[in-house]
Nanobody
Framework: QVQLVESGGGLVQAGGSLRLSCAAS????????MGWFRQAPGKERDFVAA????????YYADSVKGRFTISRDNAKNTLYLQIVNLKPEDTAVYYC?????????????????WGQGTQVTVSS
């Protein structure tokens, strides 16, 4: 298993920016692909972005493409999500997740380890 702890959420105005962090432990961080998901109240947990083990390959949901940037620092066992031009519809709990199998995951079912989430609230 991979233990994950998110941080960096908060309350921001529309158009602002945040950088979310996810600290990993319990397994070699560089051996797992990583992803970010978000869940708004009453909604399903949706895919946001994913990054390969090396950090060289990234994938984004259409709704966040161009505004969100996923990255990782394997030396620090940390995953990041840089968000710019935040919109009210970005309001959600954001979760980082680890995909311990082969390849890279896009759906929540592909990820076996999850953090507890960090709240992002965007005011209009």
């Amino acid at each position: 298993q991979v233990q994950l702890v998110e941080s960096g959420g908060g309350l921001v105005q529309a158009g602002g920016s945040l950088r979310l962090s996810c600290a990993a432990s319990g397994r070699t961080f560089s051996s797992v692909s990583m992803g970010w998901f978000r869940q708004a109240p009453g909604k399903e947990r949706d895919f946001v972005a994913a990054v390969t083990r090396s950090g060289l390959g990234t994938y984004y949901a259409d709704s966040v493409k161009g505004r969100f940037t996923i990255s990782r620092d394997n030396a620090k066992n940390t995953l990041y999500l840089q968000i710019v031009n935040l919109k009210p519809e970005d309001t959600a709990v954001y979760y980082c997740a680890a995909h311990e199998g082969a390849g890279i995951g896009v759906t929540a079912a592909d990820f076996g380890s999850w953090g507890q989430g960090t709240q992002v609230t965007v005011s209009s």
